[in-house]
């Protein structure tokens, strides 16, 4: 049965240029419920995003920091480079494959706009 959920919130850029990040909580990924596919989708809804968004996971069952890895961009895509002057806005749906336990979300080079919401699917 798939899992749907929120990983991250709306999180508003201060809109004064500096540059913020947000990591956030972990989330229950496919290895986590013992399934063999390891299909995730992401959607992110974002409004004149300029940063990167990227997913990480662990196939530790209690993840220290250490634990964490950043998925492959070439199995997962950045989305909104800052140092481009890409801004993004609208929905953007991701997949990666993994029998990855925790799965988590990480906003980093923010400088500008709106992170309305992160949902997962697994």
Do not use: C
Request: hydrophobic fraction near 35%.
């Amino acid at each position: 049965m798939a899992q749907s959920e929120t990983i991250l919130t709306a999180q508003t850029h201060p809109g004064d240029s500096t540059i913020e990040s947000v990591t956030g909580e972990k989330f229950k990924g496919d290895g986590y419920y013992g399934r063999s596919d390891g299909f995730h989708t992401v959607q992110y809804n974002i409004t004149g995003f300029q940063g990167k968004i990227k997913m990480q996971a662990t196939l530790a069952t209690n993840p220290v920091d250490a634990d964490w890895f950043t998925l492959d961009a070439t199995e997962h895509e950045t989305i909104g480079f800052a140092n481009d002057g890409a801004i993004a806005t609208g929905s953007h749906i991701k997949n990666f494959t993994g029998n990855y336990v925790w799965v988590r979300v990480v906003v980093s080079s923010w400088t500008d706009g709106t992170v309305n919401s992160i949902q997962l699917n697994h």
